[in-house]
C-alpha cells in the first residue's frame, strides 16, 4: 500500500483562518477590556464596590438574544472570590467569562442555524474600526502582497 499523500494547503485559506483566529481572540480581548473599564468606571466614579461595580457590569445589551448566555458566564466567572483584589486578576476573570461566553453563543448560534459570530452588528464594527486603523497606519492595502 502506498503512503498517502497530503493535499497540497492554499495559503490563501489557511492566512484567511489564521487572521480569523487572530481577530477573534482580539475581539474577546477587546470585550474584557472594555468590561473591566466599566467595573473601574463604577469604582472611581461612583464609589461602589467592587461586589457593587461587578455586579453592575453584568449586563451585555450589544449581545441580544445570546444576552443571558453572557450573564450566566460573566456571574460563574467575576466574583470576588475569582478577582482578587488586584487589577490584573480582575481582568483575567472577565477575560475568561468572555471567552467562555462567545464560544457559547457561537455554538449556539450553529446549533440554531442562526447567521456566525462574523455577522454579528458589534462583532463587525469591531472588525471594521480595526482595519480602518490598520489601514491608517500605513498597511494602505489588504490586498497580497507582491
Known amino acids: 500500500m502506498e503512503p498517502r499523500r497530503k493535499k497540497p494547503r492554499r495559503k490563501g485559506t489557511s492566512e484567511a483562518a489564521s487572521f480569523m483566529d487572530t481577530v477573534r481572540a482580539a475581539f474577546i480581548r477587546w470585550r474584557a477590556l472594555e468590561k473591566w473599564r466599566e467595573v473601574e468606571d463604577y469604582r472611581e466614579t461612583l464609589g461602589m464596590e467592587l461586589k457593587r461595580a461587578i455586579e ?16 450566566a458566564q460573566w456571574k460563574a466567572e467575576v466574583r470576588l ?10 481582568f483575567a476573570a472577565i ?35 480595526a482595519l480602518e486603523r490598520l489601514l491608517s497606519e500605513g498597511g494602505k492595502s489588504l490586498g497580497p502582497s507582491s
Open 95 to 129: 477575560e475568561r467569562a468572555v471567552a467562555a461566553a462567545l464560544g457559547e453563543e457561537e455554538a449556539q448560534r450553529k446549533a440554531a442555524g442562526d447567521p456566525a459570530l462574523d455577522e454579528d452588528p458589534e462583532y463587525k464594527a469591531f472588525v471594521d474600526s
Open 56 to 71: 453592575e457590569a453584568s449586563r451585555f445589551p450589544a449581545r441580544g438574544r445570546y444576552e443571558p448566555l453572557w450573564i
Open 81 to 90: 472570590e475569582t478577582t482578587g483584589n488586584g487589577p490584573g486578576q480582575l
